[in-house]
């Protein structure tokens, strides 16, 4: 079993930065893809970022690129998003999820543990 708890969410000013961490148990956490995707309300659940288990490969949606950062440490069962030059728009709960592959994916049927999520409020 797998447990991921995400921290880090908050308020914050259009422009500012936060970065979110999601804290992982069980020994097999570095042999998989990590994601982090949010839902906002009203809207479908969306992929943010991901990386490969390796820390080879990365991916980001296009609407992040350039300002959010993803690492992962696999000595401390951790991944991490540094969210900088933040919108309203990125206003959203953000989840940590581990993919069933090594590989990075973006559809959230490829993740088959879930944190329960990190408020993220962006004000103008």
């Known amino acids: 079993q797998v447990q991921l708890v995400e921290s880090g969410g908050g308020l914050v000013q259009a422009g500012g930065s936060l970065r979110l961490s999601c804290a992982a148990s069980?020994?097999?956490?570095?042999?998989?893809?990590m994601a982090w995707f949010r839902q906002a309300p009203g809207k479908d659940r969306e992929f943010v970022a991901g990386?490969?288990?390796?820390?080879?490969?990365?991916s980001y949606a296009d609407s992040v690129k350039g300002r959010f950062t993803i690492s992962r440490d696999n000595a401390k069962n951790t991944v991490s998003l540094q969210m900088n030059g933040l919108k309203p728009e990125d206003t959203a709960v953000y989840f940590c999820?581990?993919?069933?592959?090594?590989?990075?994916?973006?559809?959230?049927?490829?993740?088959?543990?879930w944190g329960q999520g990190t408020q993220v409020t962006v004000s103008s």
């Open positions: 999820a581990r993919s069933i592959y090594t590989r990075v994916t973006t559809a959230s049927a490829d993740y088959d543990y």
């Open positions: 069980g020994r097999t956490f570095s042999y998989y893809g």
């Open positions: 990386l490969s288990w390796s820390v080879g490969t990365t």
